[in-house]
């Protein structure tokens, strides 16, 4: 039976005595905790203290650890302190416990923002490299499935094209078309609020047929393909890659490009200048209505200046641009897919970088085209 664990202290002049005895161990870690306390009016009365372990009995690391805070409160608060009656057996303890936390937290030296800022620009740009050679590598990956299909149409998974083109062609047809429906009512009804304040409300036929069958039909379809069905392509990637799917198929001898990817970027391309199409429709059709509710122009008159407005060439520049950011679009979203790690976060974040560089990259493709057609007088 082990010994109640006990601590005498005691003064003698400037010196104070601290003298435990019996089981200092963790069975009694409450009772130690207060012996220390009601020995700290005796250290405080001192200017020097002596630990005196020759009574003890048993010790672990929760009683050393006890009694070498004690004296470090004591030489923290000016008063040296001593150990004494160390037996052999708690030596060693004793001295690790007396090293621990010793050394001081390092100190650093203040940073320079600029330098700061220069790495996090350097940072950047080498990320974009490699988010560049991501998608060069993506791209040159679907040119490679995509000569194989034309050397053996055979290897086209056929039905998983139509399965997607049917995911994003045709049950995107509702949310676009009343999208696009909206948005050629808003630039309809902002603009015959405006012209009529100089009468040139027949005007606004020119600028809503001009505007949404070149730039605003297509760019708004594809803004919105890119946040549908490009975040459901890298979750989808991304998912099979946590599952590691993605590499059950290359290690089975398949390619996973023409498997998952090629169908899928296929069906987009197909898919995006129809929706373009119904898109640009739906919104001459919201700014036809516009026009005759809210502008008094007959349905008659707004699609005989439409007709006098616009030619086959506003109509050809907004279907040529669909399939390239068509295929930015599905490159990017199936890029990040397959840069998914093993977590969930990991999933979330491709997403959302998926959907954010899919739009960036649209606009600029957009911007691109216009500059282009301009220069070529189209």
Same mark, same amino acid.
């Given at each position: 039976?082990?010994?109640?664990?006990?601590?005498?202290?005691?003064? =003698?002049?400037?010196?104070?005595?601290?003298?435990?005895?019996?089981?200092?161990?963790?069975?009694?870690?409450?009772?130690?905790?207060?012996?220390?306390?009601?020995?700290?009016?005796?250290?405080?009365?001192?200017?020097?203290?002596?630990?005196?372990?020759?009574?003890?009995?048993?010790?672990?690391?929760?009683?050393?650890?006890?009694?070498?805070?004690?004296?470090?409160?004591? +030489?923290?608060?000016?008063?040296?302190?001593?150990?004494?009656?160390?037996? =052999?057996?708690?030596?060693?303890?004793?001295?690790?416990?007396?090293?621990?936390?010793?050394?001081? =937290?390092?100190?650093?030296?203040?940073?320079?923002?600029?330098?700061?800022?220069?790495?996090?620009?350097?940072?950047?740009?080498?990320?974009?490299?490699? =988010?560049?050679?991501?998608?060069?590598?993506?791209?040159?990956?679907?040119?490679?499935?995509?000569?194989?299909? +034309?050397?053996?149409?055979?290897?086209?998974?056929?039905?998983?094209?139509?399965?997607?083109?049917?995911?994003?062609?045709?049950?995107?047809?509702? #949310?676009?078309?009343?999208?696009?429906?909206?948005?050629?009512?808003?630039?309809?009804?902002?603009?015959?609020?405006?012209?009529?304040?100089?009468?040139?409300?027949?005007?606004?036929?020119?600028?809503?047929? &001009?505007?949404?069958?070149?730039?605003?039909?297509?760019? #708004?379809?594809?803004?919105?393909?890119?946040?549908?069905?490009?975040?459901?392509?890298?979750?989808?990637?991304?998912?099979?890659?946590?599952?590691?799917?993605?590499?059950?198929?290359?290690?089975?001898?398949?390619?996973?490009?023409?498997?998952?990817?090629?169908?899928?970027?296929?069906?987009?391309?197909?898919?995006?200048? &129809?929706?373009?199409? +119904?898109?640009?429709?739906?919104?001459?059709?919201?700014?036809?209505?516009?026009?005759?509710?809210?502008?008094?122009?007959?349905?008659?008159?707004?699609?005989?200046?439409?007709?006098?407005?616009?030619?086959?060439?506003?109509?050809?520049?907004?279907?040529?641009?669909?399939?390239?950011?068509?295929?930015?679009?599905?490159? &990017?979203?199936?890029?990040?897919?397959?840069?998914?790690?093993?977590?969930?976060?990991?999933?979330?974040?491709?997403?959302?970088?998926?959907?954010?560089?899919? &739009?960036?990259?649209?606009?600029?493709?957009?911007?691109?085209?216009?500059?282009?057609?301009?220069?070529?007088?189209?």
């Amino acid at each position: 039976m082990t010994a109640s664990p006990v601590l005498n202290a005691t003064t =003698d002049g400037d010196l104070a005595l601290i003298q435990p005895g019996g089981s200092w161990t963790a069975v009694n870690g409450n009772l130690l905790e207060q012996l220390v306390q009601s020995a700290t009016p005796v250290l405080l009365q001192a200017k020097r203290l002596r630990i005196d372990l020759s009574g003890l009995h048993e010790l672990d690391t929760l009683g050393a650890w006890l009694l070498e805070k004690t004296a470090r409160r004591s +030489i923290a608060s000016g008063r040296p302190a001593t150990l004494t009656g160390v037996s =052999d057996r708690y030596a060693g303890l004793i001295s690790n416990l007396h090293d621990v936390n010793r050394s001081a =937290d390092p100190v650093r030296p203040p940073r320079n923002v600029v330098l700061d800022r220069l790495e996090h620009v350097g940072r950047k740009a080498f990320s974009a490299t490699e =988010d560049v050679s991501a998608f060069l590598q993506m791209l040159g990956a679907l040119g490679n499935a995509t000569a194989r299909v +034309i050397v053996k149409p055979g290897s086209l998974r056929f039905k998983s094209m139509v399965y997607h083109l049917h995911q994003v062609g045709w049950q995107a047809i509702p #949310i676009i078309a009343l999208v696009t429906f909206l948005i050629g009512a808003i630039i309809a009804q902002q603009g015959i609020f405006h012209f009529r304040k100089f009468g040139a409300e027949s005007y606004v036929v020119d600028l809503v047929g &001009i505007l949404v069958l070149r730039e605003i039909g297509v760019l #708004i379809v594809a803004i919105m393909v890119a946040g549908r069905s490009g975040s459901a392509y890298t979750a989808e990637l991304g998912s099979m890659k946590m599952r590691e799917e993605i590499d059950a198929l290359s290690t089975m001898g398949l390619d996973p490009v023409g498997i998952l990817i090629l169908p899928r970027i296929a069906a987009l391309v197909v898919a995006l200048p &129809i929706l373009a199409f +119904i898109g640009s429709m739906s919104a001459l059709y919201g700014a036809g209505l516009v026009a005759w509710f809210y502008g008094g122009m007959s349905p008659a008159i707004f699609i005989a200046r439409l007709h006098e407005a616009i030619s086959i060439t506003h109509f050809e520049v907004g279907l040529i641009k669909a399939p390239f950011m068509a295929l930015v679009i599905g490159v &990017i979203a199936c890029s990040e897919g397959l840069r998914v790690k093993g977590s969930a976060e990991s999933l979330g974040r491709q997403t959302t970088t998926s959907v954010v560089k899919s &739009i960036f990259l649209v606009i600029v493709l957009d911007g691109a085209f216009a500059i282009f057609f301009a220069s070529i007088g189209m």
